[in-house]
């Protein structure tokens, strides 16, 4: 079965810095798709970023990039120029490229609690 | 453009009494839906996942269960609620496109249920 593991259960970050949250995670298939997402306060999960794994390039979305590293099974999330408004809970989710059954269904870490100083 | 609803809000409910959630998704069509529960300080646990009409399939066994009368509509039950059913639960949609799944679930804002 496949997991996911976030080490860092509370980052800090100060405004317009720069921070990276880790995310690895186990499978023995190929083809999947990996995630950020982020829940603010309001616990609505919003989606943050997605990956690809057959595609070699990181994904970048205006401040958020990931550094995917398909060999080491690592997916960390980097947010640059961080804002107030960043902080949040973000959740790394695993997402099998199968069809069918429960291999399709995402699989989540347990999160990072990302805080933003002013 | 696609959105997904859920009500209650929030909601406090008696141990033993019966639940009713409500997920309703506008702008698309034959989607999957899914159910997920997140307890406190705890990530998303998934509890049941539909991919058409009248087809539930259940990830945990539990005093929960789901339904789905229309192809928009993900209804989450319980006849008998327990303490331990507490927590934040969250509808999710995803495009289905010919023999492969679209990977991107899009999240509902959630339902608050605390059982007493």
């Known amino acids: 079965a496949q997991t996911v593991t976030q080490s860092q259960p509370e980052m800090s970050v100060q405004e317009a810095e720069t921070v990276t949250l880790s995310c690895t995670y186990d499978?023995?298939?190929?083809?999947?798709?990996l995630f950020w997402y982020k829940q603010p306060p309001s616990r609505q999960m919003i989606l943050v970023i997605r990956?690809?794994?057959?595609?070699?390039q990181n994904a970048t979305e205006n401040r958020f990039s990931v550094n995917f590293q398909k060999a080491a099974k690592s997916f960390s999330l980097k947010i640059s120029d961080s804002q107030l408004g960043d902080a949040a809970m973000y959740f790394c989710a695993y997402r099998s490229a199968v069809r069918g059954g429960s291999q399709g269904n995402l699989i989540f870490g347990k999160g990072t609690k990302l805080s933003v100083k002013p | 453009s696609q959105t997904i609803h859920q009500w209650p809000a929030t909601l406090v409910q008696p141990v033993g009494s019966p639940l009713s959630l409500e997920c309703t998704v506008e702008?698309?069509?034959?989607?999957?839906l899914y159910w997920y529960r997140q307890a406190a300080g705890r990530g998303l646990q998934l509890l049941f996942y539909?991919?058409?009409?009248?087809?539930i399939s259940s990830e945990v066994p539990q005093n929960l269960s789901a339904s789905r009368p229309q192809d928009r509509q993900f209804i989450l039950s319980s006849k008998k609620l327990l303490l331990s059913d507490s927590g934040f639960y969250l509808c999710a949609w995803s495009v289905r496109r010919g023999e492969r799944d679209t990977d991107t679930q899009y999240f509902g804002p959630g339902t608050r249920l605390t059982v007493l």
């Open positions: 539909s991919v058409g009409i009248g087809q």
């Open positions: 702008g698309t069509s034959n989607p999957n």
């Open positions: 499978t023995s298939e190929s083809d999947y798709y």
């Open positions: 990956q690809e794994a057959y595609k070699q």
